[in-house]
C-alpha cells in the first residue's frame, strides 16, 4: 500500500512550475467527441483523472495518441458508442462530462449515475434540467441514465446554482443544436472559459463564457483544432501556501494571476509579500502570520478547492480563524485528519473555527478527497515528527508527481510502500 511520508521541513524555497488544470482538461478531452478531425492538445497534466478521460474516449471508439510532456492528438470520427463503461465512470465522476458532447454528436448517451463522494452527494439535477431543456427525453433505471433526443434545440436555461459541470455539460450538448441556447446564472470559473476557447477553435458559436450568462448559437459541423490547457489555479494555489506556512520563498511559475486574486488577497491578508511577475507569482511568508476569514463560494469568490489547504496555514495564523464552506455540504473531512495532528478546530455546521498558533505533530492521517490530501502535505511540513498519509490516490487524481515538486522546494517528502499492517 502506498503511502506519503511527511517530516517538518525547512522553509520552503525554490520555484516550482504549474501543470495544466486538471479541471480544464476534463472537460475539454470529453468535448473532443464532438469533433471528427484531428485535435492536438497540449500542457495537459498527467493525472490519474486524465488517464481515465482518455480510456473512456478510447472504450467509445475514440483514436487517442499519447505523445509524451503533455501533448496528445485525439480524433473522434470512429466513435462508434454512446454507452460509458461502468467501470470506468464508477472511477471517476468527472467521465459524466461526455454525456452532454454524446448527446450532441449521436444523439444518446447513457451511464451510471456518477457517485457522490466524501465531499458531498454530487446530485446530477441541474445537468438533466438542461438536457430536457435541449429535448433529451431522459430514463433512469437501476443507478443507470439514459438520455435520448432526434434532435436538440436549442433553449433558455436557468441554473438554480452556478455549477461548473451542469454548465459545461449543457455547453457541449448545445454547439451542435437547432438555434440558440442561453444559459443564465451560469458557472464562471476560468476553466468554463477554457473550454468556451476550445470549442470557438472548433468552429461553435459560444459567447458570454465567464459571465452569468452564455449564449451558444448551434452550428453544423465542428472541425480540427489546437490547444494548449490554462495553468492548474489550484495547485499554483497549494504551492503558494507551502510558501506561506513554512515560512518560506517560492516562486510559483507559470500562473495566470487574474484567476488567482482571491488566493493572493487572503495570504497578503495574513501578511505575506505577494509579487506578480509576468506569468509568475513570487510568495514571501509572513514572519508572524495574522488569523483570517474565508467564505467559499462560485468564481470569482474564494474556491472551494483551496478550503482544505487555507485551513492547514490557518492552523498556524495566530488567533481566531473562520472558514465557512458554501459550495459542498461535506467538504470538513480534513478536519478530523488535521486534529489528530494538534489543531485547534471546532465545526459549527458549514463553519469551521480554527485556534490558529498551536504547533502540530506528525500522525497516521487519512487523505478524504484530493484537496484534504493536499492539506495533509502542507500541516506535515511544519508538523515535529512523521507525518504517514494514507488513500494517496487521491492525491494523484489532481496533482502531477506532488512530492516531486515539493521536494525540489526543500520539503522533507517520500513515497513509501506499507503492507498493511
Ligand atoms: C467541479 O465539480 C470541479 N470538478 C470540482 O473540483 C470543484 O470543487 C467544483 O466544480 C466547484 O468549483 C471538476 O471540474 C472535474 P458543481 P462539479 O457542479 O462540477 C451542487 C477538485 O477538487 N450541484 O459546481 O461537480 C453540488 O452538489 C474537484 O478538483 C447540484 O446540486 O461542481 C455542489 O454542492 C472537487 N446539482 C454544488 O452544486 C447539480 O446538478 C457545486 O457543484 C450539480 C451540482
Redesign the pocket.
Known sequence: MEKILVEKSPALKGKVRVSGA??AA??ILAACLLGTEDIYLEEVPNLKDVTIMCDVLESLGCKVERLGEGKLIINSASLNSYKTPFELMSKMR?SFLVMGPLLARLGNTETSLPGGCS?????????LKGFRALGAEIEEDFGNIHASADKLVGSRIYLD??????TENIMTAAVLAEGETIIDNA?M?P?IVDLSNFLRKLGANVSGAGTSTIRIKGVEKLKGARHSIIPDR?EAGTFMVAAAITGGDILVENVITNHMKPIMAKLVETGCQVIEEGENVRVIAAENPKAIDIKTL?YPGF???MQAQFMAYMTQCKGTNVAIET???NRFMHVEELQKMGADIKIDGRSAIITGGKPLSGAKVKAS???AGAALILAGLVSSGKTIISDIYHIDR?YEHIEDKFRGLGANITRIEVDED
Open positions: 486538471k479541471n476534463l472537460p468527472a465531499i458531498g452527494s454530487r446530485p446530477i439535477d441541474y445537468h446554482f452556478p455549477s461548473v459541470g451542469a458557472a470559473e476553466e489550484i462560485p474556491p472551494t478547492d459550495v459542498f455540504e478527497d484530493l484537496r489532481g
